[in-house]
């Protein structure tokens, strides 16, 4: 069982950067593949970057492609989400999600989320 803690949030204006962290504990990470997902208000949650378990293959939304990057390091058991370029419509809750389901926005486990605010 993994257990997740996202964190770097915040207000931020458009054009600017954010870092998210994803700190994992338990068994397994390295051996997971993980991502993140992202909720607006009002929206469904939707698929944003993902990253295998060794860390060789990433992929991303289109809609945040060549402006975020996912890393992860297995032996501090986190995974980062680069933020560049932010937009007003990147504003939501984001998740980082073990062993993620881009297809079926599904996970076998979810962090707490963390807000990210895009002032125009």
């Known amino acids: 069982q993994v257990q997740l803690v996202e964190s770097g949030g915040g207000l931020v204006r458009a054009g600017g950067s954010v870092r998210l962290v994803c700190a994992a504990s338990?068994?397994?990470?390295?051996?997971?593949?993980m991502g993140w997902f992202r909720q607006a208000p009002g929206k469904e949650r939707e698929f944003v970057a993902a990253?295998?378990?060794?860390?060789?293959?990433?992929n991303y939304a289109d809609s945040v492609k060549g402006r975020f990057t996912i890393s992860r390091d297995n032996a501090r058991n986190t995974v980062d989400l680069q933020m560049n370029s932010l937009k007003p419509e990147d504003t939501a809750v984001y998740y980082c999600a073990a062993d993620p389901q881009r297809t079926t926005l599904g996970a076998r486990t979810w962090g707490q989320g963390t807000q990210v605010i895009v002032s125009s």
């Open positions: 338990g068994r397994f990470f390295n051996r997971m593949g």
């Open positions: 990253i295998s378990w060794s860390g060789d293959y990433t």
